[in-house]
């Protein structure tokens, strides 16, 4: 993992153009304000097929992608893998739990594509959060976020029939389907990747010009 230390944010002042678009979305926030959060982060890299974070490891950072995608999953008592969620690029992504807790992670994080991220410590971001109440709004409204985006998920998995929890993955992570093996995404959505393959055959005669899914 290669860490580029970021001296002003002046040679990256384009990375941040995403993360400031998601900030305008959580909490108004000023020009120097953005520039003060922005001034925290330094940028890592990911190869296809690396791991940002294995479960059992301790970690003291958030993540913002700005590119690629990355599978977070759980690796089961008899070696199995359950993805939990996807996460695409202009999000935050870590353990959340982990860095509240003190606790190792419970499940692991791997790029399936080529990455570009920015990195801020939890500990800076504890620390900013005493300079003034607007950055404990802003963190509150980043754990928000994160909790609706958890009940989402559960009401999808509990309440839903597959058909179902396939147009809802579209509707949040729709240019995936095309860049990841299908075998992730039936265990996203709790299915067998033959019901999945199922399922997109009939997608495709009734969705136009959904015959360019890749079954790969």
Known sequence: MIIILIHGGLPLVNAFIPLHTFLDRLL????????RFSSLFTTTTLAKGEHLLRAGDSLSYLYFS???????????????ERIKSFCAANDFITSYTALLTGSP???SIQALQPANLLRLSYPDLLAL???DPIWERLARRM??????????REMQLLTLSAEDRY??????????DKEIPQY???????I????????????????PGSDSINLS
């Open 184 to 190: 992730y995404i039936a265990s996203y959505l709790g």
């Open 129 to 131: 959060t005493a300079e």
């Open 105 to 107: 992670s419970q499940f």
């Open 66 to 80: 700005l590119s690629g995608c990355f599978r977070l999953y759980y690796s089961t008592y008899d070696g199995k």
């Open 143 to 152: 754990v928000e976020g994160l909790y609706v985006k958890k009940e989402r």
């Open 28 to 35: 108004p926030l000023t020009e120097d304000q953005k520039k």
């Open 192 to 207: 067998t990747p033959v019901a999945l393959s199922r399922i997109r055959a009939q997608w495709r005669k009734v969705q």
């Open 167 to 176: 147009r809802c993955f579209l509707e949040e992570f729709g240019t995936l």
